[in-house]
């Protein structure tokens, strides 16, 4: 089974490690450490905080979808909304650099731990500050 594909393995394990100091104010994401993933693969779902959006894309079929109609739970879906939320308020101020970055790696975490939940799906990251895929 390809480690990528089900979301539990080493790349989880380094962007997990990567995005831990943004958690507790140090954002710090290597742009690098992402390139090859980002090439290979193609999710089923992006943890993404579009103006709007329910946190949570479908990257197959388009649109998005409610975290718990794709499996999750509740607490997930619960921290991926208020996530989104944060992401909208950020929006309207413009996307702060700083802010974007945090929202960012806090989002890329949210994704690692959809990854937990939903082990037969692939997620990815897009960031809406920066208009691009990250994970």
Request: proline share 4%; net charge negative.
């Amino acid at each position: 089974m390809d480690g990528a594909k089900c979301g539990g393995s080493l790349i989880w394990d380094i962007l997990l490690r990567e995005a831990e100091v943004a958690i507790v104010g140090e954002p710090s994401l290597s742009e690098s450490s992402l390139t090859d993933y980002n090439e290979k693969t193609k999710p089923d779902f992006f943890i993404d905080g579009m103006l709007s959006g329910t946190g949570l894309r479908d990257a197959t079929r388009g649109g998005y979808v409610e975290p718990t109609a794709a499996g999750m739970s509740a607490s997930l879906a619960s921290e991926i909304t208020l996530w989104q939320q944060r992401y909208e308020n950020a929006h309207f101020d413009g996307f702060p650099d700083e802010l974007v970055t945090v929202l960012d790696n806090q989002g890329i975490a949210l994704a690692a731990k959809a990854a937990g939940e939903l082990p037969e799906k692939s997620i990815g990251y897009f960031s809406n500050g920066l208009m691009k895929r990250l994970v």
